[in-house]
């Protein structure tokens, strides 16, 4: 019986890598199954799957000895995707089918054969467009997730009886319709900020922060509404590009977080962890291929930690990578992964334990020594990659039970998008404005270069601070349609630095 070969693919990070499937079936010791190619368990326990799928889909019973080969050899096998393209592999070395070129193949077995979905649909579905495959058979589950790439076909089948129906005859199975996203009604369902009353000086903060992609640092007194802004944010960032939606669906994907309800991420995603987690649970990590922590999940979208000192300073520390770098780097003996993790933070904390220091209204109950031990969870390096430090205060009663109604985000989310047009045009969002052009394009005038350096003198800024300070200052500049960094620009972008010194200091 001859050597057959399928292909298929392994995800690796958000990126899929070719696997070619070889498998040998000749005269030996009848149920002898080998698999080598370095496979995990799973893939080790699918010859048990594949042996009764076979059996009970009517194809025939392996009374040959299998060999099969995972090549590269090098690199690790994990998951049951496998289990397909190894059944079509022994199939076509039993002579049950021939051609397989031009097949990219994935996909779990049941018992009795049917196909069960698979993680990472999306990406093997770019995998086999960049690398000239025309058809990808998928389970019908993943189908719809992986017909967003163009240039392919996708066919959703349910059985490994249609799989080889399929190999006979392709041209009578129709491919999935290709989806296409309609990533223009993104924001229409979010939380507004209409519901919002008072407040104006942190929705002021969180308008800047969308608009030019800074992190925010929101401290008050429980129950003053941190919260529900935070929850009201993602309503006033522009629409994903088709661009950000492929690489957030793609982070979905390899975490088996897609479904046919939800097969294309058309909203800016909103994680808010709780303050137990661990490092692998935010960062990423994990047994074996590392997978994906929640900063990779907020990818173009929001990262919200409520009461931030509750959150381990192990774990905090972590954050300063992906604030700065916009990806998260995990390295292993025997490879090296990158999740991208660009996202805007925004944070919620008390000013102490019991929460009251400096409200108006209760009184705090916490000592000087208390305080500062609660507030120094929170290191000085951290702070200064959080570019708005905004007060929350208690929203007084005449304001909590006015009839007037707030701006809404529709408002709001017009002025954002018109700053970040004008911040497209020099190619960059604010926040990442390249150290080398920041002079240039944050140039001041006069009356602002008095206000900096009063503001670098009495708050004792660092030099990261004072980068930061300026690329705010620019965004409060383009939502005021100004082509230079004035005085007042650079007055309100101080204003939002102020408060950490105001209990840090």
Not at 31 to 41: A, E, L, S
Not at 213 to 228: A, D, E, F, Q, W
Not at 450 to 464: D, H, I, N, Q, Y
Request: glycine letters at 10%; aromatic letters at 6%.
């Amino acid at each position: 019986m001859p050597l057959f070969q399928t292909t298929s693919a392994a995800v690796f990070g958000i990126d899929a890598h070719l696997i070619d499937v070889e498998v040998d079936a000749y005269h030996g010791e009848p149920g002898v199954f080998i698999t080598v190619g370095m496979p995990d368990t799973a893939v080790k326990e699918s010859r048990e799957r594949i042996k009764a799928a076979i059996a009970n889909s009517g194809l025939g019973y392996l009374n040959s000895s299998i060999t099969i080969n995972l090549a590269p050899a090098d690199v690790k096998k994990e998951g049951a995707g496998f289990d397909l393209p190894m059944a079509m592999g022994i199939l076509g070395a039993m002579g049950t089918v021939r051609d397989s070129k031009g097949v990219l193949l994935a996909g779990e077995l049941s018992l009795d054969g049917l196909l069960r979905p698979v993680r990472g649909a999306l990406p093997i579905a770019i995998l086999a467009r960049d690398r000239g495959f025309q058809n990808v058979v998928l389970p019908c589950e993943n189908a719809c997730e992986a017909s967003v790439v163009d240039g392919i076909r996708v066919f959703g089948l349910r059985h490994l009886s249609e799989v080889v129906s399929f190999f006979h005859n392709p041209g009578a199975f129709v491919p999935v319709a290709p989806l296409l996203p309609d990533l223009a009604r993104g924001g229409e369902f979010e939380p507004d900020f209409r519901d919002v009353r008072g407040q104006t000086i942190a929705k002021r903060a969180l308008e800047v922060a969308a608009a030019g992609g800074h992190n925010v640092l929101m401290i008050g007194p429980p129950g003053s509404g941190k919260t529900m802004l935070a929850k009201r944010f993602p309503g006033i960032l522009p629409p994903l590009t088709f661009t950000e939606a492929l690489e957030t669906t793609k982070i979905y994907s390899i975490s088996g977080r897609l479904g046919r309800e939800q097969s294309f991420i058309t909203q800016r995603p909103f994680r808010a962890p709780h303050h137990t987690i661990s490092d692998a649970g935010l960062i990423g990590g994990g047994v074996g291929v590392p997978k994906p922590g929640e900063v990779s999940f907020a990818h173009n979208g929001v990262l919200f930690l409520d009461e931030l000192p509750e959150f381990p300073r192990s774990v905090l520390e972590l954050l300063r990578q992906p604030l700065e770098e916009g990806e998260i780097v995990l390295a292993r003996s025997q490879l090296t992964l990158h999740f991208p993790s660009r996202f805007s933070l925004i944070a919620a904390m008390n000013p102490c334990p019991c929460g009251f220091y400096g409200d108006e209204q209760r009184d705090c109950r916490c000592t000087g020594a208390i305080i500062q031990r609660y507030l120094g969870r929170i290191s000085g390096p951290l702070l200064d990659r959080i570019d708005i430090h905004v007060s929350v205060p208690t929203v007084p009663y005449r304001e909590l039970r006015s009839r007037e109604e707030g701006e809404g985000s529709a408002r709001m989310r017009e002025r954002v998008l018109a700053a970040r047009e004008r911040q497209m045009a020099r190619g960059y969002v604010n926040a990442g404005i390249p150290h080398k052009t920041l002079r240039k394009v944050c140039e001041l005038d006069e009356a602002g270069e008095r206000s900096l350096e009063t503001a670098m003198r009495k708050l004792g800024l660092s030099a990261r601070a004072h980068d930061r300070l300026l690329k705010v200052a620019r965004t409060v500049a383009d939502l005021d349609a100004s082509e230079h960094v004035k005085g007042k620009h650079i007055a309100e972008a101080v204003q939002f630095r102020s408060l950490d010194r105001k209990y840090w200091a």
